[in-house]
């Protein structure tokens, strides 16, 4: 199968002709793909913690995304809960929005915070090392 999908790839590009048109054809269908997801994507009329699905929250404007894998117990999480963040037993963040709670059977449960843009690098190394505790703001 394999073979065969070089051969048919090699006889498709034999001649420099046939180059440039499989060329142009994939940066034409890249840059479709582009403007479909960045159409998507873009709606600039995006309410802070808007309700996209019955269990998940987009993210707000001037946030990012960090996903952590609970490294023990947790509070019960629901999305649109907030927390406060803990790292070294200090509170670094507080009244952080859950966007989204992921659990798969036979793992961790993977939160989603909404982070602010400069707090979002030290949050996701935290995370990474293992080293964050949240704490259900009631």
């Known amino acids: 199968m394999k073979t065969k999908i070089l051969e048919s790839w090699y006889s498709l590009c034999r001649d420099a002709t046939r ?64 927390v406060d963040v803990i790292i070294d037993s200090a509170i670094v963040l507080e009244q952080v929005l859950v966007i989204d709670i992921v659990e798969q059977s036979g793992r961790q449960a993977t939160i989603v915070l909404a982070v602010p843009v400069a707090n979002s690098a030290m949050i996701a190394n935290a995370a990474a090392l293992g080293v964050v505790s949240l704490v259900l703001v009631g």
């Open 19 to 82: 180059q440039r048109i499989v060329v142009i054809s994939l940066s034409i269908f890249c840059a479709l793909i582009y403007f479909v997801s960045a159409a998507t994507f873009n709606n600039n009329i995006v309410a802070p913690a808007a309700l996209q699905s019955a269990s998940r929250y987009e993210i707000p404007v001037g946030f990012r995304a960090v996903a952590m894998q609970s490294a023990g117990p947790i509070p019960t999480l629901q999305s649109g809960d907030h």
